[in-house]
T-cell receptor
Framework: AQSVTQLGSHVSVSEGALVLLRCNYS??????LFWYVQYPNQGLQLLLK??????LVKGINGFEAEFKKSETSFHLTKPSAHMSDAAEYFC?????????????FGTGTRLKVLA | GAGVSQSPSNKVTEKGKDVELRCDPI?????LYWYRQSLGQGLEFLIY????????KSGLPSDRFSAERTGGSVSTLTIQRTQQEDSAVYLC????????????FGPGTRLLVL
C-alpha cells in the first residue's frame, strides 16, 4: 500500500535560513511524488513533482526536492526562507497501483518564518 | 487560463439538511477527484471520476455521500442528512491525463454543520 509520512507537523525557521521539510514514502511500485503548498483559505498549489528521470527536481518559488530511492525519501528544501513561504506544505504519493492515481497525502507541515 | 472552480466557497447548514457542492474542472480534464480536509483526518480521498464514470468511490465515508459528473465536466458532491462530523473543507481536483500525474486543485468549499 502507498503511504506518506511527514516528520514535524510544525517547523519554524528564521528568515534567510534553510528550509527543510521531510517526507518519507512507502510504495509497491516506482512512485510519483508531489509537494503542494496551501496558503490560508486557499486550495493546494503544486510546488514540484517527481515521476521519472532526474532525481533532483526544481519547483516554483526556489524550492527543490530530491528523490532518494534508497532512503524512500523526498525531502523539500529551500536555501533561504522568505516571509511569504509561511504556509502548510503537503507531500503526496500517487496511488498508481489502483489505476486511479488518487493522492495519498501526508499529514502536512506548517512552516512558520520568523523575522 | 481558468482553473478549477468550486461553489459555494462557504456553506453553513443545520444538522439533518442536505447540501450540494459543485466543482467545475479545467476544460478538457478527464479525471476529477474529490477530497476532504478536516482537522482530525487531514486530507483524505473521497471519489474519483474518469469521464462520467466513478470507478473508485472507496473514500466516501457513508451512504449519505454521493457524487455525479455530467458531460465529462461539472461534478456535484451531495451530502444528505448532514452531521456535525461532516464539517470540513471539500476540495476538488482535476487532471488532464488518464494516467494521473499532476492534479490541479480548486479553492475548496468550507462546510460548517451546526
Amino acid at each position: 500500500a502507498q503511504s506518506v509520512t511527514q516528520l514535524g507537523s510544525h517547523v519554524s525557521v528564521s528568515e534567510g535560513a534553510l528550509v527543510l521539510l521531510r517526507c518519507n514514502y512507502s510504495s509497491s511500485v516506482p512512485p510519483y511524488l508531489f509537494w503542494y503548498v496551501q496558503y490560508p483559505n486557499q486550495g493546494l498549489q503544486l510546488l514540484l513533482k517527481y515521476t521519472t528521470g532526474a532525481t533532483l527536481v526544481k519547483g516554483i518559488n526556489g524550492f527543490e526536492a530530491e528523490f532518494k530511492k534508497s532512503e524512500t525519501s523526498f525531502h523539500l528544501t529551500k536555501p533561504s526562507a522568505h516571509m511569504s513561504d509561511a504556509a502548510e506544505y503537503f507531500c503526496a504519493v500517487s496511488d498508481r497501483p489502483s489505476g486511479t492515481y488518487k493522492y495519498i497525502f501526508g499529514t502536512g507541515t506548517r512552516l512558520k518564518v520568523l523575522a | 487560463g481558468a482553473g478549477v472552480s468550486q461553489s459555494p466557497s462557504n456553506k453553513v447548514t443545520e444538522k439533518g439538511k442536505d447540501v450540494e457542492l459543485r466543482c467545475d474542472p479545467i476544460s478538457g480534464h478527464t479525471a476529477l477527484y474529490w477530497y476532504r480536509q478536516s482537522l482530525g483526518q487531514g486530507l483524505e480521498f473521497l471519489i474519483y471520476f474518469q469521464g462520467n464514470s466513478a470507478p473508485d468511490k472507496s473514500g466516501l465515508p457513508s451512504d449519505r455521500f454521493s457524487a455525479e459528473r455530467t458531460g465529462g465536466s461539472v461534478s456535484t458532491l451531495t451530502i444528505q442528512r448532514t452531521q456535525q462530523e461532516d464539517s470540513a473543507v471539500y476540495l476538488c481536483a482535476s487532471s488532464p491525463r488518464t494516467d494521473g500525474e499532476t492534479q490541479y486543485f480548486g479553492p475548496g468549499t468550507r462546510l460548517l454543520v451546526l
